[in-house]
């Protein structure tokens, strides 16, 4: 089929294309979290959470851990999915590197850790052999400690920013959630 026997947009689909994208963005942060069917407190929870699981060094499989806790600490299962999704594989490494900081900084900022994870990134993005033999000399049985280490302070330093993030939002959403109702409702 060439282009000029496909069937013209509709008005409609042409419109909404050319709608700006920060006008959808708000719109789907209406409908996804202030718009939600729930007491405030419940979707604020789902966005704190959302922020906390979003944070975790968990990436695939974090909407399960999501909805999971969600479910448990009954929290709106909607409202905390934009979040979640705040680590992605665009933004994992920085994400990550910058958790791993403020973990590190929690645990008393070990030099010798940073610069094991400085090796570490140099020899994967240097590496000319096999694969094999990169993961045998990074992975090595005198290299557990240091792996161990920066998986701790990675973990600690999600779970420290997510928390902070998450603890803020609660705040931000809850009242959001409030005004949108008072202004929304019918008088």
Known sequence: MTVSEQAPMSTTALAEKRRPLLQRAKEGLVYYVLGVQDTPHHIALGVLLGFVVGMTPTLGVQLIIYVTLAAILRANKISGILPVFISNPVTAVPLYYFNWWVGNLAVGGDNETAEFARLAIDRVTHWEGSWWSLV?????PTTWPQIWRLVVELWIGSLIVGGVL??????????????????????
């Open 136 to 140: 045998s000399k990074i992975f090595s």
């Open 166 to 187: 998450g603890v803020s939002f609660y705040f931000v959403t809850l009242e959001a959630v409030i005004l949108y109702r008072k202004k929304t409702a019918a008088p």
